[in-house]
């Protein structure tokens, strides 16, 4: 892969309980969740995706993907806790990805950790709902929890934009 290149990776949450003991934030994945989390991570390996950098938004449930695609992988990566990510919307993300030149500039594969509908929607807007009928339809209808999307991105991560990116492939969760 070229070196102006860069892969960004869009993983929603795997299967989480309905309610959380102290809200939102606090819902924990279930068991079927935490193997969606497994499965997901060795697809991320098989396809040499998991990644330089890693950022989470800080609910249990993203967190504890995370953590199970690390222990099915063996991936340490540090991660970090982005709390913007939390119900973050298009723009948010977008910044977050941009911030990216700053805190990992030489990232040729970053992952991103959240919630639909905000990741789902990036990955749309990155590639300007250009690309394979069934992939966006999967990200508009079907990015289920453990689903991922993977964007091409030419140039550094501050120059990131709607529509700089071509979506090369969208894996739906739950496989």
């Known amino acids: 892969m070229s070196e102006n290149v860069r892969r960004l990776v869009l993983l929603r949450h795997a299967t989480a309980e309905p309610d959380g003991r102290e809200g939102d934030e606090s819902r924990e ?6 193997d969606e989390a497994a499965r997901a991570g060795e697809w991320l390996r098989e396809n040499d995706l998991l990644g330089e950098a890693v950022l989470c938004s800080p609910a249990a449930r993203t967190r504890q993907t995370w953590a199970a695609i690390q222990e099915a992988t063996g991936h340490g990566v540090l991660i970090t806790m982005e709390p913007v990510i939390y ?27 959240g919630h639909a509908p905000g990741i789902p929607a990036l990955a749309y807007e990155l590639v300007a709902g250009a690309g394979d009928a069934g992939d966006l339809e999967t990200l508009t209808r079907g990015f289920v929890p453990a689903s991922a999307a993977v964007v091409a991105l030419e140039g550094g991560w501050g120059d990131v934009a ?14």
């Open 29 to 34: 994945l279930t068991a079927h969740g935490l």
């Open 87 to 113: 119900e973050a919307d298009v723009d948010s993300l977008l910044r977050v990805v941009r911030d990216l030149d700053a805190t990992a500039p030489e990232a040729q594969t970053a992952v991103i950790v």
């Open 162 to 175: 709607r529509g700089a990116g071509d979506l090369l492939d969208v894996r739906a969760g739950g496989l």
